[in-house]
């Protein structure tokens, strides 16, 4: 991550010029990497393998936009990097954002049919796999290719089935300038899944009622998001700020809930960025804002990328995996916000 983007970002603070000096060499240590991950085809992958599907080639975007950098053949993009390999949806409604976010970043957002879409729930059944246009097999394991799904243009209704869902599904709706059309009926989806400490839960079932100890600073980053592209107010915004603020940790960062020791459940990139993204729409801060900085810094390697953090421990690598990308995205995303 780059030191005096991500100072800007939690402090607001005027840089001075020896900071920008720094900025300069990590930034372009940053724009090297992702570059470093552009295939023949003109698309961004992983190093390893030739796909260039659109979970690579959103983050590389965003990020290279962060950071002004010149994107060459953007039409490249447009046309490789949009799709992902048949059979491999896994979260659909992850992907089905990607695009559309790409697209929305050149501003070429495709021409749909129907500017506002009704989103449906698709059930409680605790599922892996999920797909905003179903929830057949085929679906999940045949669908694929390169572009846009045929079926999003077209679409007059939509399926999320969690918290997770929902927020990328109005996310990609608002990135290619359409809206829901059943905003009560979504706002009272999220509302509902507020504990009492503020922090939101991600009930899966039909009975199931929001605990303290559930309520987990993704799911709460991620209503909050929601309600607010549902034009929506976030309610107890005090306790909610409390519950967010109080999964720091010494170190700076965050985790997913102070109150729960199960695995999992320490310092990492994503709840850290979920947190600080969570807070800043509430314009609020995290309490300890230099520790933050101080370990959003630490993470920077020196090809350019992301560490990843396993039990809590840095490891370095000369690789990226996905979630490493998404994550040094994501909190880059946070600065234009």
């Avoid at 079932?205 to 592209?229: F, R």
């Avoid at 309610?235 to 409390?242: E, N, Y």
């Amino acid at each position: 991550m780059v030191r005096v983007l991500v100072f800007i970002l939690l402090s607001n603070t005027v840089v001075a010029s020896a900071q920008e000096k720094t900025k300069n060499v990590e930034a372009q240590s940053v724009v090297k990497y992702v570059l470093s991950c552009r295939k023949s085809n003109g698309a961004f992958g992983p190093l390893d393998q030739e796909y260039t599907d659109a979970a690579w080639n959103y983050p590389a975007v965003k990020t290279l936009r962060l950071l002004d950098a010149k994107i060459d053949r953007p039409q490249a993009i447009l046309q490789h990097g949009l799709g992902y390999p048949r059979g491999h949806i896994g979260y659909g409604h992850w992907l089905f954002f990607h695009p559309h976010g790409i697209r929305h970043l050149f501003e070429t957002p495709p021409t749909a049919r129907h500017m506002q879409v009704r989103l449906v729930h698709q059930g409680h059944e605790v599922r892996y796999y999920g797909s905003p246009f179903g929830t057949d097999a085929d679906t999940f394991f045949k669908a694929g290719g390169a572009g846009i799904d045929p079926r999003d243009d077209s679409a007059e209704e939509l399926g999320f089935y969690n918290l997770s869902s929902l927020f990328y599904t109005l996310a990609g709706l608002q990135a290619s300038g359409r809206s829901a059309s059943n905003v009560d009926y979504l706002v009272r989806f999220v509302r509902e899944r507020q504990a009492a400490c503020g922090g939101f839960v991600d009930i899966r079932g039909k009975d199931a009622k929001p605990s303290n100890d559930a309520a987990h600073v993704a799911h709460t980053y991620q209503s909050i998001a929601s309600l607010k592209m549902l034009g929506a107010d976030v309610p107890a915004t005090d306790r909610c700020v409390h519950f967010l603020q109080s999964c720091q940790q010494p170190s700076g960062s965050f985790r997913w809930n102070t109150n729960d020791s199960a695995p999992g459940n320490y310092s990492d990139a994503y709840y850290t960025w979920a947190a600080v993204a969570a807070l800043r729409h509430l314009s609020r801060k995290p309490i300890n804002v230099d520790a933050c900085v101080r370990w959003i810094n630490s993470l920077q390697n020196t090809e350019g990328g992301l560490a990843i953090v396993l039990a809590g421990d840095l490891v370095y690598t000369a690789h990226t995996t996905r979630s490493r990308r998404w994550r040094c995205c994501a909190m880059m995303t946070l600065l234009d916000h």
